[in-house]
């Protein structure tokens, strides 16, 4: 949980002071270096966010499934495992689209229609289509979103299976309890994520691009409980 409130704080961070400066500012500039910087940081984040809420899946399936066993399988060294793993994956997994996208070359606007770097409006502004990058996006996109996510849904269907073999309707609400907070957040943040990136990245209109894109970058972290 201190891990992914520290990532909520930088995930945040990584647009939304510029953001707010370019709301006051006429000029609305962000330099080349910045830009592909903030590219990196926003994706790298939010592809950790994706593989911490995985992993916080996996300990409410082991919480709730095998709460004798608990101690002995979630140990310190295990738990660091994991934080590591998810940060590691996450600073990995767009670290080579985002060099090839900055390797290419850009002509005629230099007007990014969006409020951050983000894949869209930039390939957009490049001097030739680039079917193969928009395909490579897409695909590493589905990836990070659909393994994860399948494995939240395998650990939560253990999870209901386990909680509907409690005798007591207290115990069952104390187990649903536990998972509240973490299955909202699953569903605001994927469910506004997979409508934005899992789709050709040229199919969304510039409106809805920045509707979504702000709604999970800066509503989903704001009511996250």
Not at 32 to 45: A, E, H, I, K, R
Not at 154 to 159: D, I, Q, T
């Amino acid at each position: 949980l201190a891990n992914f409130s520290f990532l909520e704080i930088w995930y945040v961070t990584s647009t939304v002071p510029n953001m707010l400066a370019n709301f006051l500012s006429d000029t609305k500039v962000i330099s080349f270096s910045g830009c592909f910087l903030q590219f990196y940081f926003f994706f790298s984040l939010g592809s950790a966010e994706c593989f911490f809420l995985a992993a916080m899946a996996f300990d409410r399936y082991l919480a709730i499934c095998w709460p004798l066993h608990y101690p002995t399988l979630m140990t310190k060294h295990f738990c660091t495992n994991l934080v590591v793993s998810c940060w590691v994956l996450g600073f990995l997994w767009f670290l080579i689209p985002i060099i090839v996208i900055s390797q290419m070359s850009f002509c005629g606007s230099r007007i990014i229609d969006h409020f951050l770097c983000d894949p869209g409006p930039l390939l957009a502004l490049t001097c030739s289509r680039a079917p193969a990058m928009e395909l490579t996006s897409s695909t590493l996109s589905s990836l990070l979103l659909f393994i994860p996510f399948l494995f939240i849904t395998v650990s939560y269907a253990l999870v209901l299976r386990a909680v509907l073999r409690v005798p007591s309707a207290a115990g069952q609400r104390k187990a649903f309890s536990t998972c509240g907070s973490h299955l909202a957040v699953v569903s605001l943040f994927y469910g506004s994520v997979m409508a934005m990136y899992v789709s050709p990245t040229t199919e969304h209109e510039a409106g809805m691009q920045k509707l979504v894109t702000l709604f999970y970058s800066v509503g989903t972290p704001l009511i996250n409980p």
